[in-house]
C-alpha cells in the first residue's frame, strides 16, 4: 500500500473511501464484528442454496476454476461465484440489515470469492469485510431520507460501492487505484424497490457483488472513473437520493477514532422475511402467547407501521413463499397459528392454506409518522391490536426493536444456533465443521484450501 495522508486532509469524498479502503488501520472491534456478520451471511447463502431462482442463475453460468459458489456447491470464475451467492444469500430475505438496507450480503460473497482466487488469508479477509462495512455506513448516514420510499434499492446500488472498496483493501490497491475502483463501482450500481417479491431483488445483490469483484478488475487494467463519482452534483449520491437531502461533502467519521459501523452496529435477523417485519412479528407472537388465543378467535388485526413499510410490505393475498416475504399480513397469520415465522411458514403450500389466507384478510395496515432514526422511512415504534369474537382488544403497545436488533443482539450461542438451522435447511452434511472454521477465520491462512475442505 501506498504512504497515504491523514483521510480528514483528502478533498472529495470518493478520494477519501479511497484513501481509508488503502491505509486505515482496523480496530480488533471491527474485526471481530465483521466475523459475526460473516457467520450470518455464510448461513443465509447455504440456507438459499437449494432455492428455485438460484438453481436457475446457476444454469446460466458456465464453468471456471477460481472460486467455489457456496450457493451452488461448484467452482466457478470468482464474478460468477460471487453473483450466486449474493442471490442466495438474499433470496430468503434473511440476511443482516444496516441502516437503509443489507450491507453484508454483498460485501461477503464478493470477499469470499475474490479471497479464494488470491488465495488471501482469513485475517486479510476480516479487514476487509470491515473496511466494506465502514463504507457503506459512511455512505448510509449521508441519505437523511427513506430511499425505499424511491426507486433505487439500497443495498445493491451502495452495496457495489462498499464491496469494491473491501476488494481494494483485500487486494492492496494503492489509492488511485481504489479511487478508480470505486468510481467505476457507482458507475454499475443499480437495482429497483419495484423488484421486491421477486427473482430480480436477490439477483440485484447477487449482481452488485459480482460488479464490485468486476470494478476493481477494471482499475488493476488501467481503466478511470471520475474522482467525484460520488459526491458531485451529478454523482451517485445525488442521483439515488429520493428527497435530494445528502450530506456528500462532511468528511468520513472513520478519520476520527470512532467508527461508523461500530456505533450503528448490525442488526441479524430472526425471522426469514422483510425487515420491516420484524417489530409486529415479535409483538404479534408476545400478545398471542400471552393471551393463548387461536385463529378462529381473532375478529380483526390492526398494524401500525411507518411509510417505507406500509407501502413494501403490504400484501393482503401472497400467492407463494416468495411474495409471502413481503407481506406483513402473512407473517402476522403464520404468527398466529403456528407460534412461529420460519421456514415452514414461507413454503408455497403454507401460504396457499384457507385459514393463512382467511387471516391475512382480516389484517389492517395503518400508517404512522415518527421517522426511526435507525431505518429512516421506518416508524419509531411499531404496535399490533388484535380484536378477538369475544370482545378483547389486545394491544401490543410500542415495540421499538426487534430481537437481534444491533442494540437487543443475539448472543453468540444464538447467531451459532441460527448459522446451523440455516446450513441443515440448506442441506449441508457436516454444518458444525464450517462453523468452527468459521470461529478460526483470523487464522486460517489460505482460504481457497480452507473451503476446499467444506
Not at 348 to 367: G, H, Y
Not at 436 to 454: F, P, T, V, Y
Request: aromatic share 4%; charged share 20%; with cysteine.
Amino acid at each position: 500500500m501506498d504512504a497515504t495522508p491523514a483521510i480528514s486532509q483528502v478533498h472529495g469524498l470518493t478520494r477519501q473511501l479511497a484513501s481509508f479502503a488503502t491505509a486505515s488501520a482496523v480496530p480488533e472491534l471491527a474485526r471481530e464484528a465483521a466475523r459475526r456478520a460473516i457467520v450470518d451471511t455464510i448461513g443465509v447463502v447455504l440456507a438459499g442454496r437449494g432455492e428455485p431462482p438460484v438453481a436457475l442463475l446457476g444454469a446460466t453460468l458456465d464453468g471456471g476454476r477460481e472460486a467455489l459458489s457456496l450457493g451452488l456447491g461448484r467452482i466457478l470464475r470468482a464474478p460468477d461465484a460471487a453473483l450466486a451467492d449474493g442471490m442466495a444469500g438474499h433470496v430468503l430475505d434473511y440476511d443482516d440489515v444496516a441502516r437503509h438496507g443489507h450491507p453484508s450480503v454483498v460485501i461477503v460473497p464478493a470477499l469470499f470469492a475474490e479471497a479464494q482466487r488470491l488465495r488471501a488469508s482469513g485475517k486479510a479477509l476480516l479487514d476487509a469485510c470491515a473496511v466494506g462495512q465502514e463504507v457503506w455506513a459512511d455512505l448510509a448516514r449521508r441519505e437523511t431520507g427513506a430511499y425505499h420510499m424511491g426507486s433505487w434499492h439500497p443495498t445493491s446500488v451502495l452495496g457495489v460501492v462498499a464491496a469494491a472498496a473491501a476488494l481494494c483493501r483485500l487486494h492492496g490497491l494503492d489509492t488511485k487505484g481504489s479511487s478508480n475502483a470505486i468510481a467505476l463501482a457507482a458507475s454499475f450500481a443499480g437495482g429497483l424497490i419495484a423488484s421486491f417479491g421477486t427473482h430480480a431483488k436477490p439477483l440485484q445483490a447477487g449482481r452488485a457483488a459480482a460488479s464490485a469483484i468486476e470494478a476493481v478488475a477494471l482499475a488493476q487494467a488501467g481503466l478511470t472513473g471520475s474522482d467525484e463519482a460520488l459526491e458531485s452534483e451529478h454523482g451517485l449520491l445525488q442521483g439515488i437520493s429520493s428527497g435530494g437531502n445528502v450530506d456528500c461533502h462532511t468528511p468520513m467519521r472513520a478519520a476520527s477514532d470512532t467508527w461508523q459501523f461500530l456505533e450503528d452496529g448490525l442488526s441479524v435477523k430472526r425471522y426469514p422475511v422483510c425487515y420491516a417485519s420484524h417489530r409486529a412479528i415479535d409483538a404479534t407472537l408476545a400478545i398471542a402467547e400471552r393471551e393463548g388465543f387461536t385463529a378462529k378467535d381473532v375478529l380483526a388485526i390492526t398494524a401500525s407501521v411507518g411509510p417505507a413499510p406500509a407501502a413494501t410490505i403490504n400484501n393482503a393475498s401472497p400467492a407463494n413463499g416468495l411474495e409471502a416475504r413481503f407481506s406483513l399480513q402473512h407473517n402476522l397469520a403464520a404468527a398466529i397459528i403456528d407460534r412461529e415465522v420460519g421456514f415452514a411458514q414461507l413454503t408455497d403450500a403454507f401460504v396457499q392454506r384457507a385459514d393463512v389466507a382467511a387471516l391475512c384478510r382480516l389484517t389492517r395496515i395503518d400508517t404512522i409518522a415518527g421517522d426511526c432514526p435507525d431505518q429512516p422511512g421506518m416508524a419509531r415504534c411499531d404496535r399490533v391490536v388484535i380484536e378477538t369474537h369475544d370482545g378483547r382488544t389486545i394491544d401490543s403497545g410500542p415495540i421499538r426493536r426487534p430481537r437481534g436488533h444491533a442494540r437487543l443482539p443475539l448472543s453468540d450461542d444464538e447467531l451459532d444456533a441460527k448459522f446451523l438451522d440455516c446450513a441443515r435447511h440448506g442441506g449441508v452434511a457436516e454444518p458444525e465443521r464450517v462453523l468452527r472454521s468459521l470461529h478460526r477465520l483470523g487464522n486460517i491462512s489460505d482460504m481457497r484450501e480452507e473451503l476446499a475442505q467444506w
